[in-house]
């Protein structure tokens, strides 16, 4: 059984994908993505959970309930996965270009959240660019349209 099955079946099985309610597998990779962004310098900031939030709700989840659900389910398969490539391969080969910027940006906007971008979230959403497929100039650009939604915000 390949990765991207086994990562299904435990989605499906052990959080219930499925039989609570529909969840679309990319959406919940991308959010395990950005649960990962959150936690990586093994502090999950107030201000972090809060965007992550607002984020997942958003763009992938219809409400707060909807949102907190499918923030508790990615968060519960990041700690089983604990592999950025691993996420990242769950998200469709054929997502086009702006879906993925728009990933990268929403990962830059939750590590930005707390005012500071430590090392370790630095270095995690720039091999996320890169998994992703862009080069060093768009993985900037993103970075900067991240930061510049948490100053909005």
């Known amino acids: 059984m390949s990765l991207i099955a086994r990562l299904r079946a435990y989605a ?25 962004v959150a936690r990586v310098d093994g502090i999950l900031a107030p201000a972090e959970s809060e965007r992550l939030s607002r984020l ?9 309930d909807a949102a907190r659900a499918l923030i508790e389910r990615a ?8 592999d950025v490539a691993s996420l990242v391969e769950m998200i469709p080969h054929e ?7 728009e990933l990268l940006t929403m990962a830059w906007s939750v590590a930005a959240a707390d005012g500071h971008v430590d090392e370790f979230e630095e270095a995690l959403v720039e091999r996320l660019g890169r998994l992703l497929g862009f ?19």
């Open 135 to 153: 080069d060093e100039t768009a993985v900037a650009a993103a970075r900067r349209s991240g930061q510049q939604g948490v100053a909005a915000a």
């Open 12 to 36: 499906a099985e052990a959080l219930g994908v499925g039989t609570q309610e529909t969840v679309d597998e990319t959406h919940l990779a991308a959010t395990a993505l950005l649960v990962h």
């Open 56 to 64: 997942v709700q958003g763009h992938y989840a219809d409400g707060p």
């Open 95 to 101: 997502a086009d270009r702006s879906e993925r910027e």
């Open 75 to 82: 968060a519960a398969m990041d700690a089983e996965v604990r």
